[in-house]
């Protein structure tokens, strides 16, 4: 009888914790996940999870999709994209319900990946920066858009190792609904008919939606600097006077909700919005890196989170079928032939329409007739996506592979 297959995964974020949760039902594979922090816990922007990432939630299991309402996700009855400049202006807890069930021997906090050692039977012995080690025969890299394990995968050197500045970035603050709704306005906030809205302007951008049940509003400003492209800064400072500039052209409403829910302190913390360049692989033998560690993108498209998901249901349908750690290598190299085109295609579609919804498209600017015709279309490739034929193909290519 074959032993386990022995799994590490790095990184305790959504990409870890839905692929810890999607391994854990085979019985074939012995899973455990690392996370760097102190606990496991949840950070950043809310998520958006697009019915193309609903569906692989649903094909990993049913009760994964109700992690989602036992979190709070509120159903969204749309997107609305509004023209705010121009002729035509007119807490998350999902990583917490996806690990609930996952034995506590198996989680393992405060854990920074420091190296590999190679064992002679193909096996890996992981080192830790606290001076503990894990054995493993498959190593998978989901540490973020600063991954450690990227880097292994493709050296230190290479261009595509490390995230780059696109230059956009973002101010973000969660209010009460009831706030939220007398400074935006009752007819765009309203759990009654919750939707999310992107409103676009001349280098100046807003999104709000709504969160928790409906007890919070998530309320975003963004806009793009051209001289922050490939600079080294990770976040910025930006002051109230600033900010009443970039919309100081917008309808009053809307200049009103930035100025009441923004601009009550004298600077906001900004955060600026990177992006990995395309990898020439996903995969180095025994290791691979998912999620955020091997596609990190910009927001624009709300697609980053859905990728984690989709990557978890064609990882875990591998791996599961595997029977010893040489077909686990197999799994890995067919994952990373059919998931890194569409992931990269994505990346590279989520900068453009950041550039788009700022008034930065060459062939947009403000037109609403441009922006209605081109802007929109920019998502069915994203969300009209059959998961379910995307993970069959994978099991046939799996299937030849191991014939072969």
């Given at each position: ?123 890996m012995k992981l080192r830790f920066t606290d001076g503990t080690t894990h054995e493993c025969d498959i190593l998978i890299g989901a540490d973020g858009i600063r991954s450690t394990v990227r880097r292994l995968i493709l050296g230190?050197d290479d261009p595509a190792a490390s995230p780059r500045n696109t230059g956009s970035w973002c101010v973000m603050t969660l209010q009460p609904y009831a706030e939220a709704q007398a400074n935006i306005g009752k007819g765009v906030v309203d759990i009654e008919d919750a939707r999310e809205y992107s409103w676009i ?204």
């Amino acid at each position: 009888m074959s032993r386990l297959i022995r799994i590490a995964i790095t990184g305790g974020g959504l990409a870890g914790a839905s692929l810890c949760y999607a391994l854990l039902p085979y019985p074939n594979l012995d899973v455990h996940i690392f996370e760097s922090a102190a606990a496991f816990k949840e950070s950043g922007m809310a998520i958006g999870i697009a019915r193309n990432a609903l569906a692989a939630l649903d094909l990993i299991g049913p009760a994964a999709a109700q992690c989602l309402k036992r979190a709070g996700a509120v159903p969204m009855v749309g997107v609305r994209f509004m023209l705010a400049q121009g002729n035509n202006s007119g807490n998350m807890i999902f990583l917490r319900e996806l690990l609930a069930d996952v034995p506590q021997e198996r989680m393992h906090a405060g854990k920074k990946l420091d190296k590999i050692d190679y064992n002679s039977d193909g096996s890996m012995k992981l080192r830790f920066t606290d001076g503990t080690t894990h054995e493993c025969d498959i190593l998978i890299g989901a540490d973020g858009i600063r991954s450690t394990v990227r880097r292994l995968i493709l050296g230190a050197d290479d261009p595509a190792a490390s995230p780059r500045n696109t230059g956009s970035w973002c101010v973000m603050t969660l209010q009460p609904y009831a706030e939220a709704q007398a400074n935006i306005g009752k007819g765009v906030v309203d759990i009654e008919d919750a939707r999310e809205y992107s409103w676009i302007g001349d280098r100046s951008y807003i999104l709000h939606n709504v969160l928790d049940h409906g007890r919070l509003v998530q309320f975003v400003i963004a806009s793009h600097e051209k001289d922050a492209v490939d600079s080294d800064h990770w976040t910025r400072t930006v002051s109230a006077d600033e900010i009443k500039k970039l919309y100081q052209a917008w309808p009053p409403h809307l200049y009103k909700a930035v100025d009441q829910l923004l601009c009550n302190a004298p600077e906001q913390n900004a955060m600026y919005f990177w992006e990995h360049p395309p990898a020439r692989t996903y995969v180095s033998g025994p290791v691979c890196i998912a999620g955020d560690a091997a596609h990190a993108t910009t927001p624009w498209q709300g697609s980053g989170g859905g990728m984690s998901i989709e990557d978890s249901l064609i990882l875990s349908t591998l791996l599961g079928r595997a029977k010893t750690p040489a077909e686990a290598l197999t799994a890995l190299k067919v994952y990373d032939h059919v998931r890194r085109p569409r992931t990269q295609r994505i990346v590279e579609s989520s900068r453009g329409t950041g550039l788009i919804v700022n008034g930065l498209g060459e062939d947009t600017k403000l037109d609403f007739e441009k922006l209605r015709a081109n802007l929109l279309p920019r998502w069915d490739f994203i969300i009209d996506f059959d998961n379910e034929k995307h993970r069959d193909e994978a099991v046939e290519m799996m299937e030849r592979e191991l014939q072969s």
